[in-house]
């Protein structure tokens, strides 16, 4: 697991599009449908923007997998936040601005006021799915999580995610349907 360097940024943003172009979660955010868009690459670029400058970026060597990571509470930076957010709103348009904030402001209120990890994104290029990838990238934050004593919190809109992170010892804590065809569990790994 290496830390992701903004260098490296078309290589892990392009392994990030491939992974979650079928996702619903992300597909209705951009969309309002869950059906597989290449809107998805606004809100991917976003996250991954975000995450170097609020988290941490990791990836395996060859960037086949990467994932987010943000920790709470962190500290906003208004003027380049807000440019971050125009950008997303430049490349989205209007028309998803009030699902994305209705759907982070339920999101946010899930969450708790303590200190904990957050996985924000992790993606595996998918032939390679199934092979590791993915528990490269989430052991060493769980442990780093374990020795300091913090939970660690995820969403996911994929039903097989949710048995792979029960495995890794998650639980779910809420489940969220914002639209018929969309449900979003809610994790949390206690340490």
Known sequence: MLLATPQKRNTILETLNQAFYTNNHLNWLATGKTEASRRVNPLVSFTFDYGV???????TPNQEGVAIWKRYPYKN???RDSLLNLQLLNQLGLAPIPRILKTEAYVEKQ????PYLYLWMLGVSPPLQGKGFASSLLDPVLLEAQQEQ???????STLQNVSIYQHKGFE???EFQPSRELTIYFLRKNP
């Open 172 to 174: 779910v804590y809420h």
């Open 150 to 156: 913090l939970p660690v919190l995820l969403e996911t």
């Open 111 to 114: 969450r708790p006021s303590y």
């Open 77 to 79: 930076d208004f003027f």
């Open 53 to 59: 400058r609020h988290g941490k970026v990791f990836s």
